[in-house]
């Protein structure tokens, strides 16, 4: 274990898990942290490409744990509680030096209660977000972490109320991504006209959104290009998603008009006027690009109606909620209509003081936000195994 000022040890070994695409990049800033804290050190558990390549030993893809809504978790329930049981075997087997759960609280959470109650250090790298709903989830949190590293400000002194530490890492995103990002450059990177607007299509990184959203925004899309054929939009995604994405295309009589994009959709975002985006960390990576969006979701409606009556906030997208305002427009389950969405965005395209206002409020929230994640947590996680 780490010892009293900073000290390291090689050979550290971790277990990590994420369950979708968007907690691979943030576990793989995290990896990158804790490898310069620990050079020896070694991981292993669920992960996605960008763990990979850092050296990371991925027993399960994080594909496979990718589901939205209770309903969709409940159809894949044992295929998934088949998982996390193999996995608590093997971390009982062979303690790692600690475990850390990213985001993913309904997976993780029950892991980590089984490992600590075994004397298994687990911490959590995103808060479960019981100020926005599921406050139930309190004593399950308390029962199950040692500590959670929030990527929020304001979430520790919410932890403290109810016994639980936490501290404020920041956001790995925010280190990540300029605070004055590269419109022109980007557009090069992707081989986009500099000088005709461009509209980004973010339509999620789960099969389940790509199924409920894809071919609403592609409609809006194509109500956008006859309203405006000098539009272009490019739509960033994977090779798992891929199939479903050009399906949806050809339906929307889209087929040469969306720039498909493997992964970078950062550059996506960087090179965007403005984007539809799931609601999700892309509707913050947006926000952090200072991009003007129109949210939506939508989901199986047992799902909805069983999260919309745990809500506690009056928005679901991330900017809002972090800016404590109406910021962006958002538009959720039957709202989602190809001509309503298609209208929000161009009003984003034609109002360029209200675009000046949002960059501003944006980028104050960047600013708190960064705050190099990947060394804070690394300190975090040494105090907590010297402790």
């Known amino acids: ?10 050979g550290l070994r ?6 979708e695409r968007s907690g691979d990049q943030l576990a793989a800033l995290l990896l990158q942290g804790m490898q310069r804290a620990w050079p020896g050190l070694t991981s292993s558990g669920i992960g996605g490409p960008q763990m990979a390549a850092l050296g990371f030993d991925a027993q399960w893809s994080c594909d496979e744990l990718s589901v939205r809504g209770l309903v969709e978790a409940l159809w894949r329930y044992r295929h998934i509680t088949g998982i996390r049981q193999q996995l608590i075997a093997q971390l009982q087997a062979n303690p790692p030096d600690l475990f850390v759960g990213v985001d993913a609280s309904d997976f993780n959470l029950t892991v980590e209660r089984e490992l600590r109650q075994r004397g298994i250090p687990a911490i959590q790298l995103v808060c479960p977000s019981i100020w926005a709903w599921r406050p139930e989830r309190v004593k399950k949190i308390r029962d199950s972490v040692r500590h959670i590293l929030c990527i929020y400000p304001f979430e520790p002194a919410l932890l403290a109320q109810h016994g639980i530490e936490g501290t404020f890492v920041g956001h790995p995103v925010a280190d990540v991504i300029a605070l004055e990002p590269d419109r022109e450059a980007a557009r090069a990177a992707l081989g986009l006209a500099l000088d005709r607007p461009v509209v980004a299509l973010l339509p999620g990184s789960r099969p389940s959104e790509i199924k409920a959203l894809a071919l609403p925004f592609l409609q809006a899309a194509r109500v956008m290009l006859n309203q405006r054929p000098n539009l272009q939009f490019v739509l960033p995604t994977h090779d798992l998603l891929k199939p479903q994405i050009e399906a949806a295309m050809r339906e929307a009589g889209m087929q040469g008009h969306v720039q498909l994009v493997m992964g970078r959709s950062h550059e996506v975002q960087a090179a965007c006027d ?6 999700g960390t892309a509707t913050l ?4 690009h200072k991009r003007p969006m129109v949210i939506a979701y939508r989901m199986q409606w047992l799902s909805w109606r069983i999260a919309n009556g745990k809500r506690l906030l009056p928005w679901v997208g991330l900017p809002n909620i972090l800016c404590n305002d109406s910021l962006v427009p958002e538009f959720l389950q039957e709202q989602v209509q ?9 009003r984003w395209l034609d109002d360029p003081e209200s675009v000046q206002r949002l960059q501003k409020r944006f980028t ?7 705050q190099d994640m990947p060394t804070l947590a690394s300190h975090a996680i040494q105090k907590i195994l010297a402790a």
């Open 1 to 10: 274990m780490s010892g009293e000022g900073g000290q390291t040890k090689a």
């Open 14 to 19: 971790v277990s990590m898990v994420v369950a």
């Open 274 to 279: 403005v984007a539809l985006v799931a609601s």
């Open 285 to 288: 990576e947006t926000a952090l």
């Open 338 to 346: 190809p001509g309503p969405l298609a209208q929000a965005v161009l």
């Open 364 to 370: 104050a929230l960047h600013h708190e936000l960064r």
